[in-house]
């Protein structure tokens, strides 16, 4: 009979590992249900250029899509990395999200354009597919088409080197 | 507790997610859909109570795909295809939940079970250490 | 030189605390008199250093002295003095020393009203205490400082969050720290209990005050703070299932199973080893829920800038405390086991069934709360678990309490009868019955099944609440003399439970038929819902002390006759240029009508254009408060029963005179 009374410190031994696993994990970080899958259709006008841009424009090869805006601090934080990128070849498609023509091109401007094509989403349908929650998120594309990771705020060099460049390079 | 809301947005999340749509048949069912859907960017709130952008294009969303008759199980997996289980504010039943749903009830009955054994099979043998107070009190009582 | 000294007295209040650790422990462990009669004096002095670096910050406050850091982060120039003084408990910090200030205030007080309690149970009380002020000094003194200077000194504030600038928030958090706090006293006699292997009626009728106020203090707090987030927060929700609510309300659901196995303690000597349990368990969930709020494990509306640090601190701490209060139980509470009959169908039988349903349903908040991180530890991905769930699992889990507060309030002690009790509680089944049908038909055109459900358990809970006074007043000849005869005690418990029937209906009610719109409105136009005209009258601007406000005037009536004019308002906080609603309320006891501005529609026209209103209707709103606040004074009513203090004499003469004390 005097298990019961070891019970609380059971439950107190199975909390504090719980707490402690807690303390080490960003509980506002949502997993998207889309990984392992292939990107969600879209078609939207490009930006800056004649024509319409789909998914199939981005099958055939890895590279990253980037959704961003000119509103988008943290989009400010992330774009000399991806000037970086760039400049090492990383193909980057960028989906300017919820935002104008004019303002999204004229920050390009400012800036520097890190992106090999550029898409236009005004309204927030294709980042509303997509499942984009927070400006700037980046995917992961592989070669086949299908998403196969995602990383929600700025992009920077440690994600790059331990997330990203790994599974590009499974890729090629 | 001491109520703070931090990060970016959400002075505006505190504010109350007003729009003026205009009232439609589907009221009551929209209102019941925003309610039991979280807002992602929130700190947690339902879509009916933030205005967060991302809120206001998920009400929308609602509002338009129930314009379209669509059920409410066809709306709910439209948002869990793209932002997982997280958006539901009623986690589904399924494997990964039925502790959730069922530990409580599960719990009651182990609780009740115990309680009822405790209650039943008493033992009356030892002596009470101190003085019954009841005893004591209803001597005392007594001209009541 | 003000801050240091404040600094100062938390670095003197921490030797002291230490002080008042060692020396009546030693004192208890080798029998000294003198050294167990330290821990008085440290205590109160522990609890003047504390009050001293208390008085400090707020003189910070007051003198707006910019170069620390804390008065930096919380106020401005503009703020006015009543809010500078709240500002000390606004953020982390601050709220830490609140926090601080409140376990010496009570440790204090236990200091004060112990002197007639045995010297070593005493002794070990306060050294239990002063260990949970070693703690938290530490803590404070280690990762959260608020005497920390800024440099370079700044020009001004960056002001004190706007939600907080309201009168709800200035009393709310001191009541509910109060009450957190407050089960630290029922906490230090638990484990004084296991200590000394004393568990007894006496030691039930020495802790069942303080547990009993502090539990009134935390229901003070919660519902304050509901009221607060009612009209603050401008979406008309009351109490959302937030995790840090929940923080406070499983606290307070196993403080209601306490005081309950507390009268069965005292009264049956019964249940010791449950209600040391209890008592633990209490304070447990009140360090859970610091832990919850300041480590930033769960996404919650209300919680504190988080650093790491904090979580990692405060998570060991609430291991050492609780690990070491536990292990103790393991060890001594076996003894405890009980003695002496129990029946099902007895007031203490019921009681035991009333803390199954209460423990059960603080477990069920507990498992909803924490199931997101657990989901996440499995790693089966991410889950949010939202007020749709909690209603559906603690509606079930507490309804029952309703049916059996009426029992429990009409058996009798040991053994009663099923007739007997039949006899005392069938006008009133009867009275709840039928009126409780009927509510929703008189007040609605909607019969809702489950509003009647609500509206019959709340009209039972209210009308046997009064059994117990009245049965005492019967049983005297004339009825003023039988009031005089009622004692405190037994009027308490009537009331909280008065409380809880108002709170019932209220809730049934007010969550089953309350309407909102949002409507979009140009001056002059008007809205209508649920019979009720809202007529927008226009905007005005006016400046606050550090806000700028657009104030909209909306009348209110119903059948073209005036009930209310009110004046809804969305100010600009200058310092921090954030924008809030001041929602407004007209309420009567059956109805609550309120109006919140949302945003000019025609931003071009300045603010003479359309606007957004949203418009709601809350039956019995009032209920859901009023019925906290009986709650509140039937509690400390209860806590100031003749019988304690009468009792605290007895105990010093002789340890049998303890049951005459009782009667």
Redesign the interface.
């Known amino acids: ?2 298990w019961r ?2 019970l ?2 059971a439950v ?1 031994a199975g ?2 590992v ?6 080490q ?1 960003d ?2 970080l ?5 990984i392992g899958k292939p990107m969600p259709a879209f078609d939207q006008a490009r930006l800056g250029a004649e024509g319409r841009a789909t998914q199939a424009d981005l099958v055939g090869r890895p590279l990253l899509v980037n959704f961003w805006a000119s509103w988008c ?1 943290g989009c400010q934080v992330e774009h000399p990395f991806l000037m970086q990128l760039a400049s090492q070849g990383v193909e980057i498609v960028g989906i300017d999200y ?1 935002d104008t023509d004019e303002a999204g091109l004229a920050w390009l401007g400012r800036h520097g354009n890190p992106f090999r094509s550029l898409v236009a989403d005004r309204e ?1 349908v294709a980042g ?4 984009v ?2 400006v700037p998120e980046t995917f992961v594309i592989d070669a086949r088409g299908v998403i196969v990771y995602k990383h929600v705020g700025p992009l920077d060099e440690r994600v790059w080197r331990e997330q990203i460049r790994p599974r590009l390079q499974e890729q090629s | 507790m001491l109520r703070i809301l931090l990060l970016c947005g959400l002075w505006l999340a505190a504010q109350p997610a007003l729009s003026a749509e205009a009232a439609t048949a589907h009221d009551e069912r929209y209102q019941y859909l925003v309610n039991e859907l979280r807002c992602l960017v929130c700190q947690n709130q339902s879509i009916a109570e933030s205005n967060a952008p991302l809120a206001q294009d998920l009400r929308a969303q609602v509002r338009r795909q129930l314009d379209e008759g669509r059920s409410d199980a066809e709306i709910r997996d439209y948002l869990t295809a793209r932002y997982g289980d997280f958006v539901l504010y009623r986690p589904p039943f399924k494997a990964a939940t039925w502790l959730l749903w069922l530990g409580p009830f599960a719990l009651l009955a182990v609780a009740l079970a115990v309680a009822l054994r405790l209650l039943r099979s008493r033992p009356k043998a030892a002596p009470p250490a101190m003085p019954d107070p009841e005893q004591l009190r209803r001597i005392l009582d007594k001209d009541t | 030189m003000i801050p240091e000294l404040g600094h100062f007295a938390l670095l003197a209040a921490l030797a002291v605390a230490l002080a008042q650790v060692l020396l009546p422990a030693w004192g208890v462990w080798k029998r000294q008199p003198q050294f167990m009669a330290a821990a008085g004096a440290a205590a109160q002095t522990q609890f003047a250093l504390v009050l001293l670096s208390y008085a400090c910050l707020t003189w910070a406050f007051i003198d707006r002295d910019w170069s620390v850091a804390y008065v930096v982060a919380n106020a401005h120039s503009e703020l006015p003095l009543p809010y500078r003084i709240s500002a000390v408990w606004g953020a982390h910090e601050g709220s830490m020393l609140l926090w601080v200030l409140m376990l010496s205030g009570w440790t204090f007080a236990v200091s004060l009203f112990n002197r007639r309690l045995p010297a070593d149970l005493s002794a070990t009380v306060l050294a239990v205490l002063g260990a949970l002020s070693v703690g938290f000094l530490w803590f404070m003194l280690g990762t959260s400082n608020p005497f920390d200077r800024e440099v370079p000194v700044p020009a001004d504030g960056r002001d004190l969050n706007p939600l907080l600038q309201d009168p709800g928030l200035v009393i709310h958090p001191p009541m509910l720290y109060m009450g957190y706090v407050g089960f630290s006293v029922a906490f230090a006699f638990a484990i004084a209990a296991l200590i000394s292997g004393r568990m007894d009626t006496a030691w039930a009728r020495w802790t069942r005050p303080w547990t009993t106020t502090a539990w009134a203090f935390l229901t003070l707090g919660i519902t304050l703070g509901s009221w607060w987030a009612y009209h603050e927060l401008g979406w008309g929700g009351w109490w959302f299932w937030d995790p840090v609510e929940n923080a406070s309300f499983m606290p307070w659901l196993v403080g209601t199973a306490l005081i309950h196995s507390l009268a069965v303690t005292e009264k049956r000597g019964l249940l010791s080893a449950w209600t040391v349990l209890l008592a633990i368990l209490a304070f447990a969930l009140s360090l859970l829920g610091t832990f919850l709020v300041r480590s930033g494990v769960l996404v919650s509306v209300h919680a504190f800038a988080t650093d790491p640090a904090r979580g990692v601190f405060i998570l060991a701490f609430l291991c050492v405390v609780l690990g070491i209060a536990f292990t103790l139980y393991a060890w001594r509470a076996p003894r405890f086991a009980g003695q002496g009959e129990l029946a099902l169908f007895s007031r203490e039988g019921l009681l035991l069934l009333n803390n199954v349903f209460l423990v059960v349903a603080a477990a069920g908040v507990l498992l909803g709360t924490l199931y997101p991180l657990l989901i996440d530890a499995l790693k089966l991905g991410k889950v949010s678990v939202g007020p749709p769930y909690f209603n559906a699992i603690f509606i079930p889990l507490t309804a029952p309490l309703a049916v059996l507060v009426g029992l429990g309030a009409a058996a009798n002690w040991k053994r009663a009868t099923l007739a007997e009790v039949w006899r005392r509680v069938r006008w009133a089944a009867l009275a709840a019955a039928v009126l409780g049908l009927a509510l929703p038909v008189l007040l609605h055109e909607r019969y809702l099944l489950a509003a009647a459900a609500g509206s019959v358990l709340a009209l039972w809970v209210l009308a046997t609440a009064l059994q117990e006074p009245w049965r005492r007043i019967r049983s005297r000849r004339r009825f003023v003399e039988g009031l005089g005869q009622v004692p405190r005690g037994v009027w308490g418990m009537s009331l909280a439970h008065l409380g809880l029937g108002f709170w019932v209906l209220g809730v049934s009610f007010v969550s089953l038929y309350s309407v909102e719109r949002d409507v979009r409105l140009s001056p002059g136009q008007s809205a209508e819902l649920h019979g009720y005209e809202f007529r927008f009258l226009g905007i005005e601007n006016y400046a606050g002390p550090n806000y700028d406000a657009d104030r909209g005037r909306v009348t209110i009536s119903r059948d073209g006759q005036l009930l209310a004019e009110v004046l809804p308002e969305k100010r600009l906080y200058r310092a921090q240029q954030s924008v809030m609603t001041e929602a407004v309320v007209d309420h009567t006891p059956l109805r609550d009508l309120y109006v919140a501005l949302g945003e000019p529609l025609d931003p071009e026209k300045n603010g003479q254009g359309d606007w957004a209103l949203r418009l709601y209707v809350k039956p019995m709103m009032r209920l859901v408060w009023w019925g906290g606040f009986v709650m509140v004074v039937g509690g400390l009513l209860a806590a100031t029963d003749r019988r304690y203090r009468l009792a605290r004499a007895a105990e010093a003469r002789s340890p049998a005179a303890t049951s005459e004390a009782m009667a």
Not at chain 1, 18 to 23: D, E, N, Q, Y
């Open positions: 009979m005097r009374y070891l609380p410190i107190l909390l504090t719980l707490f402690a696993f807690g303390l994990q509980p506002r949502v997993p998207s249900p889309l601090a919820k927030g509303l597919d997509w499942g929650y927070g």
